[in-house]
C-alpha cells in the first residue's frame, strides 16, 4: 500500500499531529480454547514494513514503533510515519531501538547512524560507539537518579547525565549475543554479555575506568530485566530464575522454549515475567512459574517475536519479524473448546453443573466435565429446567438420558430469551383467550387441561412470545 505523506516538524510530532494515512483495521484471531484474543496489523493496515524492531509506549498513550522503513507512531487507529526524507536530524530510516526516559525525551536507536534524542521538537545525535552496524545500540535503562544508560553491540557502556554523554570503552572480546543493561531498584547497574554479568554503582562511573562490585560468570547468559517490584530476571545457562540483593526469588526451572534465542523480555502490570523468542513465539509466566504459549496456533501472525510492550491497559504488544504487530489481549470470557462455533441463542444450567446450549436450527449441545453431546433441531429457545431434571426447549421436554420424551405446544414459537419465571404448575389451554398484566408476570387462558406439574420449573420468558393457536397459563404469579 503507498504511502500517502507529506513534510511535518517534528514539533508537530509531539504535539500529536498525523500524517494521512489509511485507517489500520485489525485482524483478529479468537481461537477456541485459547485465553487471549489476538489484533493483527501489518503494511496493508498502514505499516510501512512488516517487521517491527522496537515498540514502547510513551506517557502521553502513543505506541512508537521501530521499523527499517521508518519511526512509526500508532494511536490505535492510524500509523504515523516519519523517515529521514520528511523529518529533519533523523539520520536513518532503520530503527532499532527505542526508549521514553522519566523527562519524557525519546531516544531513538539506529542501526547505523547512532543514537537520537528527540527533545523540544529537535533531534540532537549523539555517536556512543564505533559508526556503522559495529556502534549500534542494544540497550538503554534509567537508574533512579535520571541518569540515562546506554550499551552498544562493541561493548561501549555509556550515560547521559544533565546534558552531557559520557562513553567508556569496555572491549570485551565475547561475540556481541549479548549485550543488554538494567538498573535495579536498589541501585545497582548490572552489565551483561554472554559470558556473564556484573554490576556497578552508578556513581562510581568514570569514563577512564569503573569500579565491580559483583561479578556473576556464565556458561551463556541470554537475557537480563529488571523487576518493576525490585530484582533482576536472569534468563541465562538454560534456566528461568530472578535474583535479588538477598538471593535467589524465584526460580522457574528450564526454559521451555528450547534452544530458541530470547528476543524481547517484559513483565506484565502484575509483574510477571513475559518472554518473546525467535521462532518459538511468546511465553507468559505466572506468578508460581506456569506459563502460556502463544504462538501461530493461539492467534499470533508469527512466532518470530523482536519485541514486547505491555501498555497501560494490561494489553501485550509484539512486534513481530514478517508479521507485523500483534496486540495480546486477555479474555475475559472463555469459550469451551468443545462447542461449536455458532451463534448460541440461550443458555440454560442443570442440577447436575451441565450446561444446554441452543443454536436454532443447528439443534442444542450438552456440556459437562468436558465432554459435548450434540442434538439436532430446530430450537429457537431453552426454557430451564424442572425438579425431575428434565430441560425445557421452546416447549418441548428433554431428558440429557438415552430415553427421550417430550410434548410441543402447536403453533407455539419463542423468539428471545427474556426473564426467568417460576412456574408452580403449567397448563395448556386448547385456544388463547385473554391475556392480562398482573405487575408480576404475564397470565394467559384459564386452564382445562394439566400438562405438567412442578414445583421448580424455571422459564426464560420472552415479552415478544406469540402464540398462535394454543396458550399457555400460569398458576401463582
Known amino acids: 500500500m503507498p504511502k500517502n505523506c507529506r513534510a511535518l516538524p517534528l514539533a508537530g510530532l509531539l504535539l500529536g499531529a498525523l500524517l494521512s494515512a489509511p485507517s489500520a483495521t485489525a485482524d483478529m484471531a479468537d481461537r477456541p480454547g485459547s485465553h487471549f484474543i489476538v489484533d493483527s496489523w501489518s503494511t496493508g493496515e498502514g505499516l510501512p514494513q512488516s ?5 514502547i509506549q510513551t506517557r502521553d498513550g502513543y505506541l512508537w514503533l521501530g521499523t527499517l522503513n521508518g519511526l512509526v507512531r500508532f494511536d490505535g487507529n492510524r500509523f504515523t510515519v516519519f523517515d529521514e526524507e520528511k523529518t529533519p536530524g533523523l539520520n536513518s530510516d532503520r530503527i532499532i531501538y527505542l526508549f521514553e526516559d522519566s523527562h519524557t525525551n525519546l531516544w531513538i536507536g539506529t542501526d547505523t547512524t547512532g543514537v537520537g534524542l528527540v527533545e523540544d521538537g529537535k533531534i540532537k545525535n549523539f555517536e556512543v560507539g564505533r559508526a556503522g552496524q559495529e556502534g549500534k545500540l542494544t540497550s538503554v535503562c534509567e537508574d533512579a537518579t535520571g541518569t540515562v544508560w546506554f550499551y552498544t553491540a562493541d561493548s561501549h557502556l555509556a550515560r547521559y547525565q544533565k546534558g552531557k554523554m559520557e562513553t567508556l570503552g569496555l572491549n570485551f572480546p565475547t561475540p556481541p549475543i549479548c549485550r543488554m543493561i538494567a538498573a535495579e531498584k536498589s541501585g545497582a547497574l ?14 562510581n562511573f568514570n569514563p577512564r575506568a569503573i569500579v565491580v562490585d559483583e561479578s556473576i560468570r556464565a556458561e551463556r547468559l541470554d537475557y537480563i530485566l529488571a523487576g518493576r517490584n525490585g530484582g533482576i530476571w536472569r534468563l541465562m545457562d538454560g534456566r528461568v530464575q530472578k535474583w535479588k ?11 521451555p522454549w528450547g534452544n530458541s534465542v530470547v528476543k524481547a523480555a517484559c513483565e506484565d502490570k502484575e509483574g510477571n515475567l513475559i518472554v518473546g523468542t525467535w521462532g518459538a513465539g511468546v511465553f507468559w509466566y505466572d506468578a508460581n512459574g506456569k506459563y502460556e504459549r502463544i ?29 507485523g504487530l500483534d496486540r495480546v489481549k486477555t479474555k475475559i470470557f472463555n469459550t469451551p473448546a468443545e462447542l461449536l462455533p455458532w451463534t448460541a441463542l440461550s443458555l440454560s444450567e442443570d442440577a447436575r453443573g451441565g450446561l444446554w446450549v441452543a443454536f ?10 468436558n465432554a459435548v453431546q450434540n442434538f439436532s433441531g430446530n430450537l429457537e429457545i431453552v426454557l430451564g429446567g424442572d425438579a425431575y431434571e428434565d430441560h425445557w426447549f421452546g416447549l418441548s421436554v428433554f431428558r440429557p438420558t438415552p430415553s427421550r420424551q417430550s ?5 407455539t414459537t419463542c423468539r428471545s430469551v427474556g426473564v426467568v419465571i417460576r412456574w408452580d404448575e403449567l397448563y395448556m389451554a386448547p385456544s388463547a383467550t385473554t391475556m392480562n398484566e398482573n405487575g408480576k408476570g404475564r397470565q394467559y387462558a384459564v386452564p382445562r387441561r394439566v400438562v405438567q406439574r412442578s414445583s421448580t420449573l424455571l422459564v426464560l420468558e420472552s415479552p415478544r412470545m406469540s ?11
Open 51 to 55: 517487521s517491527v524492531i522496537s515498540v
Open 190 to 203: 548490572w552489565v551483561a554479555d554472554v559470558s556473564g554479568m556484573f554490576s556497578i554503582r552508578p556513581e
Open 245 to 255: 540483593s538477598s538471593g535467589l526469588e524465584k526460580d522457574f526451572g528450564a526454559y
Open 295 to 323: 504462538s501461530r496456533e493461539q492467534g499470533l501472525s508469527s512466532a518470530f517475536v523482536l519485541s514486547l510492550c505491555m501498555d497501560r491497559e494490561g494489553n501485550l504488544w509484539v512486534g513481530t519479524d514478517g508479521g
Open 360 to 369: 436454532n436450527a443447528h439443534g442444542l449441545s450438552y456440556c459437562r466435565t
Open 407 to 411: 410434548f410441543r405446544v402447536s403453533g
Open 467 to 477: 402464540l398462535a393457536r394454543d396458550a399457555l397459563w400460569h398458576n401463582g404469579l
